[in-house]
């Protein structure tokens, strides 16, 4: 069981940026992928991006390529989320979270951090 511990948000104007931290303690593999995905209130968790643990191959949703890049750390046991461009509807809690398989479905993620707000103000 691995402990996840996102970190970074806060309260931004729209077209700003965040950088969003997840730190990883206990078991993790690098055979594991990790992944970010978003809330809004009342709104389904929506994927964000992924990337592989070993090769850094990563996956973004269409509407966040191009603007946010994903990144990892292995020495610090640690993924970034690299936000630009935010728009007002972006404004959620931002989750990080562990799978043994790469996906963009919440489902087949075992491991979960209790999030971290980002606010998009205009």
């Known amino acids: 069981q691995v402990q996840l511990e996102e970190s970074g948000g806060g309260l931004v104007q729209a077209g700003g940026s965040l950088r969003l931290s997840c730190v990883a303690s206990?078991?993790?593999?690098?055979?594991?992928?990790m992944g970010w995905f978003r809330q809004a209130p009342g709104k389904e968790r929506e994927f964000v991006a992924a990337?592989?643990?070993?090769?850094?191959?990563?996956n973004y949703a269409n509407a966040v390529t191009g603007r946010f890049t994903i990144s990892r750390d292995n020495a610090k046991n640690t993924v970034y989320l690299q936000m630009n461009s935010l728009e007002r509807e972006e404004t959620a809690i931002y989750y990080c979270?562990?799978?043994?398989?790469?996906?963009?479905?919440?489902?087949?993620?075992?491991?979960w951090g209790q999030g971290t707000q980002g606010t998009v103000s205009s």
């Open positions: 979270a562990q799978t043994e398989v790469m996906s963009r479905g919440h489902l087949a993620y075992n491991d």
């Open positions: 206990g078991r993790t593999f690098s055979s594991y992928s």
């Open positions: 990337i592989t643990l070993s090769a850094g191959i990563t």
